[in-house]
């Protein structure tokens, strides 16, 4: 398996509190992902980067933010979580070799009460 | 804006059959399709991917087809085994990658 972990694992929490998710890898690739997925709706991008401070929206960014300060860290961060935030939250990274594809990390599923 | 699609979110194959699952995609700018297997609590994992500029790419008991008059691609599973009952993601690649909604594939012994 590629060298991803994402922490927690599993997090229930409240509608109005912060919440940060964490991704660690150790295969000092490039490119990293938040990915969200939900029933009916497949894998959605949140967020991505592209390099140390380098980051980008995806297709539902709205209501999170990221941070990577550096290589091996990207934190996605929820900054007063609503019932819609919850979800199974995926991390993947990629290489940068041509068309790379994407390693998963094993997710963390998110309640928000 | 549903630029992927996997029409049947579910499908049921007796063990050593066939299995074909499918995808749409609306985009002929696409250059790079993948499909993606997922068990329960774990991520997503590559399976096969293919290139715009073919139409068949085989790995052992998967084949992946691409159709690009018809903007579809397909994924064969033969023999199928139970250990592939999983939901399988299509994608495709173009300045990001997108995602089909996933077909649960359940394979019967």
């Known amino acids: 398996d590629a060298g991803i972990t994402q922490s927690p694992r599993h997090k229930v929490t409240e509608t109005g509190t912060p919440v940060t998710l964490r991704c660690h890898q150790t295969?000092?690739?490039?490119?990293m992902y938040w990915y969200r997925q939900d029933p009916g709706h497949g894998l959605r991008l949140i967020h991505y980067?592209?390099?140390?401070?380098?980051?980008d929206k995806g297709e539902v960014s709205d209501g999170y933010s990221v941070s990577r300060s550096k290589t091996e860290d990207f934190l996605l961060t929820l900054e007063s979580a609503t019932s819609s935030q919850t979800s199974v939250y995926f991390c993947?990274?990629?290489?940068?070799?041509?068309?790379?594809?994407?390693?998963f990390g094993n997710g963390t599923r998110l309640t928000v009460t | 804006d549903q630029q992927v699609k996997q029409n049947s979110p579910s499908l049921s194959v007796q063990e050593g059959r066939i299995s074909i699952l499918n995808c749409d995609y609306t985009n002929s700018m696409f250059d790079y399709f993948l499909w993606y297997k997922k068990y329960p609590a774990e991520g997503p994992t590559f399976l096969i991917s293919?290139?715009?500029?073919?139409d068949k790419n085989e790995d052992g008991r998967f084949t992946v087809f691409l159709n690009k008059s018809a903007k579809h691609l397909s994924l064969h599973i033969v023999p199928s085994q139970p250990g592939d009952s999983a939901v399988y993601f299509c994608?495709?690649?173009?300045?990001?990658?997108?995602f089909g909604e996933g077909t649960q594939l359940t394979v019967n012994p």
């Open positions: 994608a495709v690649s173009g300045s990001r990658l997108t």
């Open positions: 993947a990274i990629r290489g940068t070799g041509g068309v790379s594809p994407l390693h």
């Open positions: 980067s592209y390099g140390v401070k380098d980051t």
């Open positions: 293919i290139s715009s500029i073919k």
């Open positions: 295969e000092n690739h490039r490119y």
